[in-house]
Each structure stands twice: as structure tokens, then as C-alpha cells.
């Protein structure tokens, strides 16, 4: 208490001119129109650039969930296509639902990299949020990669911009398959090794993915054929393709639980883990 009078006493010359100054102004404003008027402009002003900041900052986190929602319903829809098309193609022995029915985890990307080699992408759902390894991410446009390790609440992908990914695709309408591997470089391409010299199909063609992965379903979208050369042996084709998705706006992923493929993804592992081969 003591301080607080010793502070009155020392400031009060200075606190009676703030107190006199703030009736002056409640009295000029109040009492004379114009320069109430004058007040009210100006109040009006700067709570109308308030409440434009306001709304800027609610349409960008609108968009954000928007975007989300977008990309997981392009996904949906997507997955959904496919299964129609399966079950026109086998009308003589329909697909049941429960195979060939996916759940569709959404997440966001919270950390991505492209300049390296082996590139990494770590989003936020992990195995709290049903998300196992092996499972296949994919965007709104494109595939992603593939689940390599999981917390409860993140998870690491393995992303086509990877030299350890390697992915089984087709060439849409074509039948003609190969697998998707990244060298490095550009970000916007890769390569499909391993198409048959028999192969017929032109540039531009879609590349899908064919569904002999344990990953993926058939028919996600890839890319496009940009150009074709030899391999080294000359025995089969190799394919430079400009895939669909774009590696570096990347924010919205949704995470394929293809829970009818656990049972084949179990039977690779094995086989992976007796005679020693790759596959995915």
C-alpha cells in the first residue's frame, strides 16, 4: 500500500493530465457533431479492417478443412469408381462388398522433401488413428507412397520420390505393366521399368495402378506417358512418365485401409522374408 501512494504522489501531476485529457475527449466528441462524426468514421473504420482480418483468417481455415474434405471425397470417389467398374467387368460373379470395400483415412502433411535422394514425407495421423504400415497414401490427384513407420499420432511415408520405392503400375486401358521408380531429379517425373517390348500404347496414355500391388487398389491415377525409351538390355521399355501429383504443394493426403489385402500383404512379407525379394 505504501508503494502504491509513494507511486500517486510521485505521478500524480501526470495522472490528473491523463484523467483531464480523457474527460476533454468524451466531452469534444460528445457534445460537438462534427467531430463526432468524426469519431464514428474513424471507429467504423478501424473495426471494419478488424473484422476484414477477422474473416481472412476464418476463409483461410475454412479452406484449409474445405480442401481437406475435398481431397478425401476425390479419393472416395474415386476408390468408388473403380469397384463399379470391377463389378461391371465380373457381372457374372458380382464383387461382395466387404472385398472390395476401402476406409479412407484423411491427414495432413507436416513435414515433406524433395532435393534428396531418398525423400521423406511425415503426416499427422499415426496407429491412434488406424493407420498401419503398408498401407497406401494417395491425393486427390494422385498416389502418393507408401506407410513406413508409425507413432500413435504421425506416421513416415515413403513417397514415390523415393530410390526404394517401387510401385506396380499399368498403362490405363492397355494391360501393359511395369514398375514406378524414382532416380532422382525432377520431382514432376518418373520412370515405369520393365514394359514388354510388345507393348502397344502413345504418348500420353494414363498410368494407373494396376492392383498386383499389396498396397494399392487398381486404377489410382499416376501419371501421363511423356516419353519412351529402351533399357539398358534392350528387352523391354522404359517410361518416362509426368506423374499426376505434385510433390510440392502437397497438404492433403488420405491414407487407403485396404483391409481385404492385409492377408496378401502377410503372404508377401513372407515371402519377402524367406527368399529375400522385393515387392510392393
Known sequence: ????LAFLSKYNHWLLFVFLEVVSMVLLFRFNSYQGSVYFTAANAVSGQV??????????????????QLTKRNVQLELQNRQL????????????????????????????????????????????????RDMGVTS????????????????????????????????SKRGYFGYLQWSG??????DVNDVPRHAHFRLYDKVVTSGYSSIFPPGLMVGKVLHVYNSDDGMSYRL????????????????????PMEE????????QDSLGIQAQ
Not at 500500500?1 to 502504491?4: A, G, K
Not at 473484422?51 to 481437406?68: A, D, I, P, R
Not at 494422385?142 to 506416421?155: C, E, F, K, M, P
Not at 496378401?264 to 515371402?271: P, W
Open 1 to 4: 500500500m505504501q508503494s502504491l
Open 51 to 68: 473484422l476484414e482480418w477477422n474473416s481472412g483468417v476464418e476463409k483461410f481455415l475454412y479452406q484449409s478443412e474445405l480442401n481437406e
Open 85 to 132: 467398374m470391377a463389378m461391371l467387368n465380373k457381372r457374372e460373379a458380382p464383387i461382395p462388398k466387404d472385398v472390395v470395400g476401402y476406409k479412407v483415412i484423411s491427414a495432413k502433411v507436416v513435414s515433406n522433401s524433395l532435393g534428396k535422394r531418398d525423400n521423406f514425407i511425415v503426416i499427422d495421423k499415426g496407429s491412434a488413428d488406424g493407420v498401419r
Open 140 to 171: 486427390g490427384t494422385g498416389i502418393v507412397g507408401t506407410v513406413y513407420l508409425t507413432s500413435a499420432h504421425h506416421s513416415l511415408v515413403i513417397p514415390v520420390l523415393n530410390s526404394r520405392s517401387n510401385i506396380s503400375v499399368a498403362i
Open 185 to 190: 531429379g525432377d520431382s514432376r517425373t518418373a
Open 240 to 259: 518416362k512418365v509426368q506423374l499426376s501429383t505434385d510433390f510440392g504443394r502437397l497438404r492433403d493426403v488420405c491414407v487407403i485401409d485396404n483391409a
Open 264 to 271: 496378401r500383404i502377410n503372404l508377401i512379407r513372407a515371402a
